[in-house]
Every structure is written in structure tokens, then in C-alpha cells.
């Protein structure tokens, strides 16, 4: 599953980090961070970063240098209206095929009670 997760991964990413940025502004750590908190702990700081340079230089973020306690001053993103046009676009697609994909998977099997034995069929 972790490779079929990875390969997913790179096609929805940047969506993921521009939805995580339009809830609240955040440097780069403190995105990691909270994908990790939403159960993306397999995703490289590397990987956000180098996301984050891209997203930048696409112009879908406004960055901010703001002073840290504890060394250089931190880059801020901030999701603009380019980057909410961007994600919107990206919602309207995933919608799109989270429906296509959800008609194609098969209705799960009916429930069994493994305590069901053959007399307590009898005795319904």
C-alpha cells in the first residue's frame, strides 16, 4: 500500500498542502507538521519544500519573512486568490473522481455474525 500511497500522493500534494494553507498561513515545518498530524507520516519535509518552491514561484501563495526565536526569519505562506482558484479547481476535480471511482468499487459483502451457528438461524 505504501507504494500505491506514494504514487497517489504526487498527484494530489499540491491540493493537500493549498487546502492545509487556506484554513490558516504557515512556514514550511509547520506544514510537515500538520500532515503528519492528518496521518501523511510517510511525506518528506524535502518533498513539502521543494512543493512549496513551486507553488511560490506559480505565484498561488503570498510569502511573509517573519523574525523566529531561534534563527533566520521563517517564510510564511499564505494562499492568495491565485491559489484559491487553484484549489477550488482542485475540489471540483477530486469530486469528480472520488464519484467515478466510489461507482466502480463493488458493494461490500454482507455481514456475517461469526457467532452465528446453523441453530441460531433456526431460532430467528
Not at 499540491?14 to 494553507?21: P, Q
Not at 498561488?60 to 523574525?67: A, K
Request: hydrophobic residues 40%; proline residues 6%.
Amino acid at each position: 500500500m505504501a507504494k500505491q500511497m506514494t504514487e497517489m500522493l504526487k498527484g494530489t500534494l499540491e491540493g493537500i498542502v493549498l487546502a492545509l494553507l487556506a484554513s490558516a498561513p504557515a512556514y514550511g515545518y509547520e506544514i510537515t507538521a500538520r500532515l503528519r498530524e492528518q496521518g501523511f507520516t510517510d511525506i518528506a519535509e524535502g518533498t513539502v519544500y521543494a512543493l512549496l518552491v513551486r507553488v511560490e514561484q506559480r505565484g498561488l501563495v503570498d510569502v511573509e519573512r517573519v523574525p523566529s526565536e531561534k534563527g533566520p526569519p521563517r517564510k510564511v505562506y499564505t494562499l492568495n486568490a491565485a491559489g484559491r482558484a487553484v484549489l477550488d479547481e482542485f475540489w471540483a476535480t477530486w469530486d469528480f473522481l472520488a464519484a467515478r471511482i466510489g461507482h466502480l468499487r463493488p458493494e461490500p459483502a454482507p455481514h456475517h455474525d461469526t457467532n452465528d451457528t446453523p441453530n441460531d438461524e433456526g431460532a430467528r
